[in-house]
Nanobody, 123 residues
Framework: VVQLAESGGGSVHVGGSLKLSCTPV?????VGWFRQGPGYEREGVAT?????????YYADSVKGRFTISRDDTENTVYLQMNNLKPEDTAMYYC??????????????????WGQGTQVTVSS
């Protein structure tokens, strides 16, 4: 699997917005965004599945604030993050999930991890 690359991170104040990008996603059906804050384990944020039954899946902590989307013309998966909170501060990663089966937060089933992009939210 080709290694994915994330971009779009930065520093914002509480309530601000950022849009992260993950590319290249050609050949994938499941792409996930994950994050890891200082002293915390890597956790799932959102996934998008583009198979016969396409859909998205979000962590409870980001529902209603984050939106994952895919643009195959741009070969990119996006993560729009609105109403950011200090607890969203973390390194954000994207990875390619399994071609078949569930597209959830089972980390061992993901590969092609990028180097990450830092998101910092200050009050």
């Amino acid at each position: 699997v080709v290694q994915l690359a994330e971009s779009g991170g930065g520093s914002v104040h509480v309530g601000g917005s950022l849009k992260l990008s993950c590319t290249p996603v050609t050949g994938t059906t499941c792409v996930g965004w994950f994050r890891q804050g200082p002293g915390y384990e890597r956790e799932g944020v959102a996934t998008i599945y583009s198979g016969p039954t396409s859909g998205t899946y979000y962590a409870d902590s980001v529902k209603g604030r984050f939106t994952i989307s895919r643009d195959d013309t741009e070969n990119t998966v996006y993560l729009q993050m609105n109403n950011l909170k200090p607890e969203d501060t973390a390194m954000y990663y994207c990875a390619a999930g399994p071609l078949y089966g569930t597209c959830l937060f089972n980390l061992p089933r993901y590969n092609g991890w990028g180097q990450g992009t830092q998101v910092t939210v200050s009050s």
